[in-house]
């Protein structure tokens, strides 16, 4: 078994340059996701209440893995960190962790997202039984990918002394997108069969139990732990993501009107994610290690984390305009010009920037101060939180600008 070297803490130059090509491949990968979903107009019209799924699926997805990948950035920080895949090690035990959370949450997901649409009155909307196929066999289909892309990266950061903090949450988060909502699109080709539906929603649910329970009494700590504390957590994400896709379901036609902005919808709500994800991290790692005070007033490293955060979302969000733009004319969707799209991304980017740096840094500091694990509560508090605020402010920007 080979022993991990202890990873340094990259260099501020450094740092910028690992988080610009991460965020650039994810912008990349996110907006092929949304091309996808722009493409799917007629499945999205046939099963209404696909796209209310969509925020929740993706941000299960980049919380699942995107907390399991910080966890393995503390603990290559922290020379703890081991290949392979012995039972009692710590990729194994996240490796299964992830599992069983994206089969239960999946399901858990599915219902929520059926009872949110009834609550807030969308209808009509698929069945159950069709929001739980969706759900589960979509995650599960998207998670192999996001699964060896995370673990890619971790063994990546041995090798190479890449810092996970910078180059983890947005791989993991906008891969994410690219896996997803391909993802999804398949799956939904299972839905509104009643027979097939039906029992394999079944054999989901059933399955999904039988696995949290198992895990929940597992002898192995840290499994246990990781399920016990990410339930509650996951799950009240996907409830923020879920209002964040009633935001997005209600401006469906707005969306099919000018499809480069469901183009743009993925990567705008994966950058805003990862760029939460990336301060999180990299604040958990430096309290883990004693680098700095979980204070109410962030210290003078925080701030200057902050700083940089904000010089870099600039140009990400320019970028993620662009690509949306180029791909909705390759590809004759339907586009409110390159001046609206970039204005709307700017104006809703800038302030979903803000929100990030608040929501962030308030709860990595706040786990820390409760006694909580900041890499298995920051990443998908901060995603989830984002992705209804990214969802707002993007709303909110079309509104502004007259393309809703």
Known sequence: MRTARRAPVAA?????????????????????????????????RDLPGLLLLVPGAIALRGNVFGAMGSRLGTAVHAGTFRLGLHSEGV???????????????????????????IVFGISPTMTL???????VLGGLLASVGVGLVTMGLAAGSVRFGWDLDNVMAPLVSTLGDLATV???????????????????GAAATVTGGVA??????SRREQLRSIVRQSVPVLAAAALLDLV???????RLEDLLAAEAVLILLPAFLGVAGALGGILSSRLSTQF??????????????????????????VPVFLLAAVVAHLAAEATGQTTPGFGDLLALTLLGGLA?????????????????????????????????TLDLAGAFTLILAMVAVGVA
């Open 182 to 200: 391909p993802a999804l699109v398949l799956a939904a080709s299972v839905a509104g069969r009643s027979g097939v539906t039906g029992l394999v």
């Open 244 to 250: 964040a896709g009633v935001t997005v379901e209600r």
């Open 129 to 135: 039984a069709d929001f739980v196929v969706v759900s």
């Open 212 to 217: 949290l329970i198992a895990a929940w009494r």
């Open 12 to 44: 501020p130059s450094a740092d910028t340059r690992q988080r610009f090509v991460a965020l650039l491949i994810g912008v990349l990968a996110a907006s092929a996701g949304g091309l996808v979903l722009a493409s799917a107009d007629d499945t999205l």
């Open 352 to 384: 979903a920037t803000l929100f990030v740096i608040v929501v962030a840094y308030y709860t990595t500091m706040a786990a820390v101060r409760f006694g909580l694990d900041p890499d298995t509560y920051g990443i998908p508090v901060v995603t989830s």
């Open 288 to 313: 883990h290690l004693g680098l700095d005070d979980a204070t109410p007033l962030p210290s003078r490293s925080s701030l200057r984390d902050m700083r940089s955060l904000v010089a870099l979302a």
């Open 91 to 117: 990729v194994i035990q996240n490796l299964t962790a992830a599992a069983v959370l994206t089969l239960t949450l999946s399901v858990v997901l599915a219902v929520m997202a059926k009872g949110t649409a």
